[in-house]
């Protein structure tokens, strides 16, 4: 088949040409339509559902709201977790479902049961699915700036800049944070009403029924039909005001009458502030799942511009976050990384081949892979990102080595032509097709091989799946495309541009051949110390192995921080709001090199990030680096960190954007590692998750080790009585009615003011009133004198939760910790030993591992049993294409030498072996069994000849060397650039780069000297 195929292109020189200048335009073309992001779509098939009832306490809403939606959403197809966080006035309710699973069908199936149980939800109660985004969905956020009331900004928000940015293809929502929500407030007037003899319930009734437009059908008018619209909508207070609540003695009591009305605002559950100024109005953009992110965020910038232009004077947007930035920063990283790569190699090309002509026809080779792999690319779906361009970066040592095989080949064939007029045309091609023949078979396997070992990659699951899928499909993207266009464009261009008889290897590979034999010579006279030196190298690697740290992901450096904090869980949202304020000039003020700081106190609009009004996420702006009075953004860090720790009784955890919605996502937890304990008391939960926090607090290398206090929340417990509300005439559902109307308020309706949608409330002042005041607050009645809550209710403080954290069912506390300066895998080994002497676990409670250590733990054991698997193909390869099981067997036992480098190298580099590092591992054992296979082909090619057992060896070994040279090099020089890069993506390509390149020592000298000296003794069959 191979000689089939290459027969046809040299047969079809032109056509084949003019296909690879097609393939040309369609790469080109692909490359300009892929999807470009920071990083690979690493959400699962999610769906989250929020749930808003107002003035209802964490276990109310637990019990009335998310108990119920929790057992009708069990049992859905293909569902894996169910998580859910019950707060004040909010629930939040999270499905995973399995990898693979459409989104749009499992929104419909939790839509489907959702609706079923809607009917039972309490009174008041609203909500329905989240949008479709991701938790990776943030691309912009940006503030409202401008000498104008928190309240004009947020309606300038609401209903002038949202609508147009909703509007852009890919945005799946703007959320709307801070500011005042603008809104008709009718407060009744307890002695007025109950001078009526009128209730809070017929206000409420009044408004609801007195605010419709309807339409009543078509009159005749002579020869034309008018419509009839009657309208009674409300537009203006004094609308609200003319309402007619009843009739006494025949006079219309109005709303005027026995309440105040006027512009209110309604209940906040968050703020934001900026600078330590004063609070601001911050708008987030949240992209559609599978959008791509650097096209949105040009269309969101864009906008803004435009929209900006239309603002009121002085009123302009200001972004503090835009993933933009880090989407270019590591297109930037990767792209630079590749075109240093393609320099490097093209410069080793020259240097070994010492011909320009056969080095320009090699490194065709790396734009037309690279194009054709852009084109494959486009037609799987894999957008172009930090990884995914990263494997191909790997790639570009490895794209060559077919191309220099087949090139070699047929410079030396050529240059072995008696004279150059020897050669025709005709039998030029003939002895480019014969010359290419000769080592197509072993190029095919050698690069089936590589290909095969990344076929691992593929199958991780989970997070690690979703990062490196992406790097194993464009390598062997580009590892096909390269081995295609190396057995018919190759050949070619080698038909056309080299000539015959006139080139001859450069002058310092003939001394370096020399040097090498010396070498050669001296190994097979002294085999015993050569092995037992191997054996002790690979004992001292086998020795080392255990004690490299072992990690999930090295932490990606985003450019922007976020800092978390966590203050006393009964703090009042304004109390919460001065603290941010004070927080953040003490940070401008101690860290000169931070731009800007904007926070985010309790929950989003949304509901898409239900904090408490005691959380707060500070986003951390800084000044270019060029700039920096700090050497390191570390110790940037750690500054920031020291200014916390001046505040006193709160929590600090500092983090990035991407890092925490990946955390979030994956576990439900911000942090390296969640420790969650399940449990059905509440009380019992807090107090083992306090011990298992000190427990982890006293491990070296915890960092911020934190659980939430979810206790110290004070609750006025009312509790009515049944018969004194009946001897008043009044039922349960009545005072809980009023007591929520004079508290939080009830919605009555909307009101259409200029298109604008305003909420219509009925209200009392009762968010100012305290516990006495509460006791006498009286309730109006139809019949008799208003009543005080007291005669109708017992009232009393206790104490209560801040949250109630379920999953699947269970509930649970959750202890959160980074790790710093310690591999993962070792802190969480000793963390599990050491809760588990310390924290005595009562009957019907449980510990679960999880975060970043559970992703390295299935990835570990994922690759433990594909690797393995990879190696029995590679097996089989190798036998089918040496045709020798001794020598199959004497390839495959040459990799375990050659990783020996790779474990070195990371010793001395002090990294830990992640998974970008065994990827390392995987593309060294790759190179090892191509470069042996090559070697090898070569020996076989000698002997079939007749040639002793010393010249097989020596002859052979001499004519691979620049070979196998010239492929270690451009392997190792194509990713010194990811080796010494930095920037967004650097922190990820260092270890593997560090792996290859420290391997690929070992691997090449193993390959040159102990390979021969293994062949000679035991690569020869028994006859």
């Not at 037609?379 to 191909?392: D, F, K």
């Not at 070498?519 to 037992?532: K, S």
């Not at 004194?724 to 003011?753: C, I, K």
């Amino acid at each position: 088949m191979l000689s089939r195929l290459l027969a046809l292109a040299l047969s079809q020189r032109l056509l084949v040409l003019l296909l690879a200048l097609v393939a040309v335009a369609a790469g080109v073309h692909a490359f300009a339509g892929l999807p470009i992001d920071a990083f690979p779509d690493v959400s699962s098939t999610q769906v989250k559902i929020v749930m808003k009832a107002p003035g209802m306490t964490p276990e109310e809403v637990e019990t009335r709201i998310t108990a119920p939606i929790e057992q009708e959403l069990l049992g859905i197809p293909r569902q894996a977790v169910l998580r859910s966080q019950s707060k004040f006035a909010l629930a939040d309710i999270t499905l995973d479902f399995v990898e693979g699973t459409d989104i749009y069908r499992a929104r419909q199936q939790v839509a489907e049961r959702l609706a079923g149980v809607m009917a039972d939800m309490p009174a008041g109660a609203s909500g329905g699915l989240a949008p479709i985004t991701t938790p990776l969905g943030e691309v912009v956020m940006f503030t409202v700036e401008g000498n104008i009331s928190l309240a004009e900004k947020r309606t300038l928000l609401d209903w002038t800049i949202r609508p147009r940015l909703r509007s852009i293809p890919g945005v799946a929502d703007v959320n709307a944070l801070g500011g005042q929500v603008r809104s008709f407030e009718v407060v009744p007037d307890i002695a007025a009403l109950s001078a009526r003899r009128l209730s809070l319930g017929q206000l409420q009734v009044a408004l609801e029924a007195n605010n419709r437009n309807d339409g009543a059908g078509r009159v005749a008018d002579n020869e034309e039909a008018l419509l009839v619209r009657a309208d009674g909508s409300i537009r203006t207070l004094d609308d609200v005001r003319a309402i007619a609540v009843a009739t006494r003695d025949g006079v219309a009591v109005r709303v005027a009458d026995v309440a105040n009305v006027r512009l209110g605002a309604l209940t906040r559950y968050g703020a934001v502030t900026r600078n330590g100024q004063a609070e601001a109005v911050q708008g987030l953009v949240l992209a559609l799942r599978g959008a791509n992110a650097q096209q949105l965020v040009r269309d969101v910038r864009a906008r803004l511009a435009e929209i900006e232009k239309g603002l009121p004077a002085g009123v302009k947007l200001v972004t503090f976050y835009d993933r933009g930035m880090l989407v270019e920063r590591a297109i930037r990283t990767v792209g630079t990384g590749l075109l240093e790569a393609v320099a490097l190699v093209m410069a080793l090309l020259f240097l070994f081949l010492g011909n320009l002509r056969a080095a320009l026809v090699v490194a065709v080779i790396l734009p037309l892979s690279a194009l054709l792999t852009f084109l494959m690319m486009r037609w799987t779906g894999v957008s172009a990102n930090l990884m995914s361009l990263g494997g191909l970066a790997i790639a570009i040592g490895l794209l060559v080595d077919a191309a220099v095989v087949v090139v070699e080949i047929v410079e030396t064939h050529l240059a072995q032509a008696a004279t150059p007029g020897a050669t025709s045309a005709g039998s030029r091609l003939n002895l480019v097709f014969r010359s290419v023949q000769e080592v197509a078979l072993p190029v095919f396997a050698g690069m089936l091989i590589i290909a095969i070992v990344f076929v691992p990659l593929m199958t991780l699951e989970g997070l690690e799946g979703k990062l490196f899928a992406p790097v194993a499909m464009t390598i062997v993207f580009a590892l096909g495309a390269s081995l295609l266009l190396s057995l018919t464009v190759i050949p070619v261009l080698a038909s056309y541009f080299l000539s015959a008889g006139g080139h001859t290897a450069p002058r310092w590979t003939a001394r370096l051949e020399g040097r090498y034999q010396a070498l050669l010579a001296w190994t097979l006279a002294h085999r015993r110390p050569v092995y037992c030196g191997a054996l002790l190298v690979l004992a001292a690697a086998v020795l080392v192995f255990p004690f490299l740290g072992k990690s999930f992901m090295p932490v990606l450096d985003e450019g922007d921080v976020i800092m978390q904090v966590e203050k006393l869980p009964s703090i009042s949202l304004q109390q919460s709001v001065d603290i941010d304020l004070a927080l953040q000039r003490r940070l401008l003020e101690a860290v000169p090199d931070l731009s800007g700081i904007v926070a985010r106190a309790g929950a989003d609009e949304l509901g898409l990030d239900p904090m408490g009004l005691n959380e707060t996420d500070v986003f951390l702006g800084f000044k270019p680096r060029a700039q920096w009075k700090s050497r390191s953004k570390e110790e940037l860090v750690d500054a920031v960190r020291t200014v916390s720790n001046e505040f006193p009784g709160m929590n600090f955890s500092i983090t990035q954007p991407i890092e925490m919605r990946t955390e979030e996502m994956l576990s439900g937890v911000r942090g390296d590692l969640a420790v969650k304990i399940y449990g059905p008391d509440l009380v019992t939960l807090g107090q083992l998750a306090a011990r298992v926090a000190a427990t982890l607090k006293s491990i070296p290398g915890s960092e911020e080790v934190l659980t939430t206090r979810n206790s110290g929340v004070q609750y006025l417990q009312v509790a009515i009585d049944r018969q004194a509300a009946g001897r008043f005439g009044m039922s349960v559902e009545q005072v809980q009615n009023d007591l929520r109307t004079l508290v939080e308020g009830r919605r009555a309706g909307t009101v259409l003011e200029q298109g604008r949608r305003l909420p219509l409330l009925v209200r009392g002042e009762g968010a100012a009133l305290g516990e006495q005041s509460l006791q006498n607050l009286r309730l109006p009645r139809e019949e008799g004198e208003p009543l005080p809550l007291s005669a109708l209710a017992r009232i009393h403080v206790v104490d209560g939760p801040v949250k109630v954290e379920r999953e699947n069912g269970a509930r649970l506390a959750v202890v959160r910790a980074n790790v710093r300066d310690r591999d993962l895998v070792g802190f969480v080994d000793e963390a599990r030993a050491k809760v588990a002497r310390e924290v005595q676990l009562p009957e019907g409670y449980r510990i679960g591992w999880g975060g970043q250590f559970e992703n390295q733990q299935r990835a570990a054991a994922r690759l433990a049993i594909v690797v393995p698997v990879a190696l029995g193909l590679i097996y089989l390869i190798l036998f089918l294409a040496l045709g020798s099981l001794r020598q199959a067997t004497l390839v495959l036992a040459n990799i375990p030498f050659a990783l020996v480098g790779g474990v070195f190298a990371l010793a001395l580099s002090r990294e830990y072996l992640s998974v970008p590092a065994s990827v390392g591992f995987i593309a060294l054992m790759g190179i090892a069994v191509l470069n042996a296979l090559v070697m090898i082909t070569c020996f076989n090619q000698l002997a079939a000849r007749g040639a002793s057992r010393l010249e097989v060896v020596t002859e052979g070994a001499r004519r691979r060397l620049r070979p196998v040279l010239m492929t270690a090099s451009i392997a190792a020089f194509g990713l010194l650039p990811l080796l010494l890069t930095s920037g967004p993506g650097s922190e990820i390509q260092r270890p593997l780069a560090i792996v290859v390149i420290g391997g690929l020592i070992s691997s090449t000298l193993l390959t040159l000297v102990l390979l021969p000296a293994l062949f000679q003794q035991y690569g020869w069959e028994k006859r």
